[in-house]
């Protein structure tokens, strides 16, 4: 038997997408977070990574949290939201 495989990030600049909303891009919201990494003076290390996170939300009903997460050469801080380290 293998042991799981562990991913460890540091100085990551985590966006949770907000799937309920009408307009929301998967697309857009990568660009921004580049954007948003390039305009606080830092910059993108590896590639983008998804966490998603499944759960029975108050209706008993099936529901799901996706995070878009790119990890920085440096730590961001003071960071507005969407956005969160």
């Known amino acids: 038997m293998s042991l799981p495989k562990i991913l460890k990030l540091t100085n990551v600049l985590k ?3 907000l799937l309920q909303e009408e307009n ?3 697309n857009i919201a990568i660009e921004q977070i580049k954007s948003y990494i390039k305009v606080k003076g830092t910059t993108q290390i590896g590639p983008l990574t998804q966490y998603i996170n ?3 939300n ?3 009903e ?3 949290d996706i995070y878009m997460m790119l990890q920085c050469s ?3 801080h003071s960071v507005e939201l ?4």
Do not use: E, G, R, S
């Not at 969407?82 to 380290?85: A, S």
């Open 62 to 64: 099936l529901d799901v």
């Open 58 to 60: 108050d209706a008993n």
């Open 15 to 17: 966006h949770k997408c």
């Open 54 to 56: 499944t759960y029975i």
């Open 24 to 26: 929301f891009n998967f």
């Open 82 to 85: 969407p956005y969160t380290m």
């Open 74 to 76: 440096n730590f961001i």
